[in-house]
């Protein structure tokens, strides 16, 4: 079994590309190019040092001593908390934005659900003084005030999408709008493992400097690279296909992922996409994702503003069907409780969407000379709100 994608763009029976004809020939030239532009050495200096020197890589494997007392198991956290902007993110942004230099691009679009996305964008874009513009649904821009401000901050051009349900969708749809417009000096970067092939693996391959770093830091720490178990919350997928990558096909390795399921799988207001999900399309690829009977999409609802989507990355939903990964999701309640505990009894602070992670702890048993990496996907600043609301602080 192979869990990389193939020549044709798929992981088993998922992914591919399904776009509007308009869109074929911005996706050929990405899919022709993406894997000769990322591989020559002077591409690779540029993406390593500014990984090094901006986004603040390595980021550590951090034993969590106290942690690994209670739950008597071996506990790492990859640090990817620590990145600038505060969130694994920007490893992604970063490769494309020297993509789309490369590819002579002088315009970048995004779309954003939480503003998380955008942000990291509108980052790259005003360290390259490359033009940005990010699409925002009009109701997320009235929720996610502080990111539009960042965004705003960072020079970027905020657009409102009016339509629809006027969230992430309505946003994606005007961004697509856009490209097929602006085919030839715009790149339309993409935040997750999710979209039309080469999206999910590219975004994968930036990503995966996560799982390249784990191996030798583990090396060191534990005098072997491989861990046991690999566990990260999966929004659309693209930090756990990062701490996944260089352990795909090495069987010693179990990967466990987590879902949000909100408030409860069958309460109607879950994104727990694996155990709700059937095949569909979404955001032009083949994959899992919440739909009525009807074939329409449903609302999807995690606390957690990344964790709130209805698919999955096509990667995700081919370790979930064949049964690589061992998939798992955790109601808000839990995922908050583990926001405090980590900030107690570690010290620090998660993104409520890594919270969910860690609660695998207490759902399943792992033993004393078992080693467990999580990934530490974000810290909690963006979350203070919602920890305030919640905990009554
Ligand atoms: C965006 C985000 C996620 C979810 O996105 P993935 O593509 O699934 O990684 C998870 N954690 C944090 C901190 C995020 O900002």
Known sequence: MNYNVDEKGYYGDFGGAFIPEMLYPNVAELREKYLKISSEPDFKKEFDNLLKVYVGRPTPLYFAKRLSKRYNTKIYLKREDLCHTGAHKVNNTIGQILLAKRLGKNRVIAETGAGQHGVATATVCALMGIECIVYMGELDIKRQAPNV???KMLGAEVRSAKSGSKTLKDATNEAIRDWINNPVDTHYIIGSVVGPHPYPDMVARF?????????????????REYPDHIIACVGGGSNAAGLYFHYLNDERVNIISVEAAGKGIHSGKSAATSALGKEGIIHGSKTLLMQSHDG??????????????????????????????EFISIPDQEAMGWGLTLSQMEGIIPAIETAHAFAVLDVRKFSPEEVIVFNC??????????YIDYFKL
């Open 149 to 151: 401000a960042r965004m």
């Open 207 to 223: 990503q995966s400097v996560i799982s390249e770093e784990t191996k030798w830091q583990l090396k060191e720490q534990e005098g």
């Open 296 to 325: 329409q999409i449903t609302e999807p609802y995690s606390i957690s503003a990344g964790l709130d989507y209805p698919g999955i990355g096509p990667m995700h939903a081919h370790l979930y069907r064949s049964k690589r990964a």
């Open 377 to 386: 996907s974000g810290r909690g600043d963006k979350d203070l709100d919602t």
